[in-house]
């Protein structure tokens, strides 16, 4: 089960200082950040599964020179990828319209602590991504220790000890930034799961964001799934005239595919907050 905390991703979290919880920052920065609309789509090829990731952030003059976020994951990813720029304006089209309103590198291989490890970082295009692995019970010092000790924050405990189980991981993926807004680049994340979820409980009380998330089945549930916060959008079939060329490859020996497309505004509000949530979004594989 993939548990946000994407690249927000798509992707995101950095320095020590931060405003907007998991969004991070260097602490020299003296502007305001702000995430718009966290854009997910997710998938199982019938192995592993896949999730594709984009946000938005904004501030009042200039973002910061590098910005990072960090999420949980159910297991070590076996690949990332950069997408197709539009990939997501591409996947709304499907739907009708809608009528409501200098990069720091922190040390490589093991931690010297046994139950994190700390796996190398890779580069994919403009992202950098680091994997720390839980590997025992009481990981969640060690792992509160190097979040700060990287220039991260901290995560309060209630909201971390639900991924700290042994397997779990987290990734702490970094995007360099220019100018003041920017839609950060779709980021593929292959990884074992049985779930296809998305961590949002996994987010600092005082931030907020707007969510799209869609799921790709080859089996239709027997009742459409409900999702607290979350609001049914609409569903479509596979249509191979339609459908971005990116969905297209992955049926090529598919007989049926469906997408479903949930949304929701201001989440983790005062109105919709995420402390209220028992589980994150998720469907299983069929």
């Given amino acids: 089960m993939l548990y946000p905390h994407l690249i ?3 992707i995101m979290i950095f ?27 997710l998938y199982h090829d019938g192995t592993n599964a896949h999730v594709i990731l984009q ?17 949980p994951f159910p297991s070590v990813p076996s690949r990332y990828q950069e997408r ?10 499907l739907f009708p319209p809608d009528r409501s309103g200098g990069l720091s ?44 000790r990287n220039g991260f924050q901290g995560m309060p405990d209630e909201l971390q000890k639900i991924y700290l189980r042994k397997g779990d991981v987290f990734l702490a993926i970094k995007a360099s ?3 003041p807004e920017a839609r950060l680049k779709p980021l593929q994340v292959t990884y074992r799961a049985s779930q296809l979820s998305y961590p949002i409980r996994f987010t600092h009380h005082e931030r907020s964001f707007d969510l799209e998330i869609y799921w790709l089945l080859h089996k239709m549930p027997k009742t459409l799934p409900v999702f607290p916060y979350l609001e049914l959008r ?11 060329t990116l969905l297209q490859n992955l049926f090529i020996d598919k007989h049926q595919a469906f997408i479903l497309r949930y949304r929701g505004r201001n989440l983790n509000s005062a109105e919709f907050p995420f402390a209220r949530l028992n589980d994150d979004p998720s469907i299983g594989v069929n």
């Fill in 8 to 10: 927000s991703a798509f």
């Fill in 15 to 41: 320095f020590a200082k931060s405003s907007f919880a998991c969004l991070h920052y260097a602490q020299t920065y003296k502007d305001s950040v702000k995430e718009g609309t966290q854009s997910v789509f």
């Fill in 55 to 71: 946000t938005e952030v904004k501030a009042g003059k200039k973002l910061p020179r590098v910005l990072a976020w960090v999420l």
């Fill in 84 to 93: 197709e720029e539009h990939f997501f304006e591409q996947l709304q089209q």
């Fill in 105 to 148: 590198r922190s040390p490589k291989g093991k931690s010297m602590d046994r139950t994190i490890k700390v796996h190398d970082m890779q580069r994919v295009g403009n992202y950098q991504i680091e994997p720390i692995e839980i590997l025992a019970e009481g990981a969640g010092e060690p792992f509160q220790a190097w979040l700060k």
């Fill in 177 to 179: 930034l220019d100018g």
């Fill in 234 to 244: 609409g569903l479509v079939s596979f249509d191979k005239g339609r459908w971005p």
